[in-house]
């Protein structure tokens, strides 16, 4: 009995401490991912840091496996199909959402305001969860507001400027025909001014709202991108005027920027967003 407990206990331990050999020839793999090209033996041991005839076992077995294959003819060695194959599985098992919500609680404490994460509905950008920071914050949205105008809130600017034109196209030219003509001036909206409005998100990287759609409310929001380069969701933190640092590089917009690549990250994106 006791050397069975005592078996268990090592056993657990061994797991603890992991498999050194396979850790040391992971870093081959990891060499590969992070050039994103094949490579001659001596330049991808060097960049795993181990002497060439060490790293040639471990590159033997990985092409016994598929992970890794050389080019007949350059002899460089690159990912293999069942590398491939992994990490295919690996995006279509990512959940967006829950991707997304462990990361949004982290940057409301961090930031003291409010973070949502919304995605595309049937009637525009949806708020599907809201995060409250610490610090009490009074703002007028739950689950299920849909973000509309569409050309006002920053959330909604992010969808119109990133998402392809011909899903935004119909609510944006129905939003400038009702802004035109709002009785308000400060609604007014030209199709100049619209193409103004989604360049400053195309040039940040993130859209931002001072006062609209909520009086005296501000907010950043800024796009997660999957592994295909398609926006997967926004984004959005929000919060009172008087303590909204506006600035496009002020920590609060860096931080929901940063918040949102390492979600994007996550998803598999490699930072090439497919344009508008």
């Given at each position: ?163 392809p034109a011909r899903i935004t196209r119909p609510l944006v030219d129905k939003e400038l025909a009702q802004l035109a ?96």
């Amino acid at each position: 009995m006791e050397a069975e407990i005592n078996g268990t206990s090592e056993e657990r331990g061994n797991e603890r401490r992991g498999i050194q050999s396979i850790e040391v020839g992971g870093a081959l793999l990891q060499a590969l991912v992070r050039i994103g090209a094949p490579m001659m033996l001596k330049d991808l041991a060097r960049e795993a840091g181990m002497p060439p005839a060490k790293a040639h076992p471990y590159l033997v077995s990985f092409g016994k496996l598929g992970l890794i294959e050389q080019d007949p003819v350059t002899g460089r060695y690159g990912l293999g199909p069942f590398s491939l194959q992994m990490g295919l599985t690996a995006l279509h098992g990512l959940d967006p959402l829950k991707a997304a919500t462990a990361e949004i609680s982290r940057l409301a404490d961090e930031i003291q305001l409010n973070v949502a994460i919304a995605v595309w509905g049937n009637h525009g950008p949806t708020i599907v969860r809201i995060e409250e920071s610490s610090k009490p914050i009074h703002v007028n949205m739950r689950p299920g507001t849909v973000m509309t105008p569409l050309l006002l809130s920053a959330t909604g600017r992010v969808f119109a400027a990133l998402l392809p034109a011909r899903i935004t196209r119909p609510l944006v030219d129905k939003e400038l025909a009702q802004l035109a003509a709002a009785p308000q001036p400060a609604l007014r909206m030209s199709q100049r001014h619209v193409d103004e409005v989604l360049a400053e998100v195309r040039e940040h990287g993130m859209a931002r709202a001072l006062g609209n759609p909520i009086p005296g409310i501000n907010a950043f929001s800024a796009p997660v991108f999957d592994h295909s380069g398609n926006l997967a969701l926004a984004i959005t933190a929000m919060g009172p005027a008087g303590s909204f640092d506006p600035a496009w590089d002020g920590p609060t917009a860096r931080k929901v920027k940063a918040c949102a690549e390492g979600i994007s990250s996550r998803l598999g994106n490699t930072g090439a967003a497919k344009g508008a």
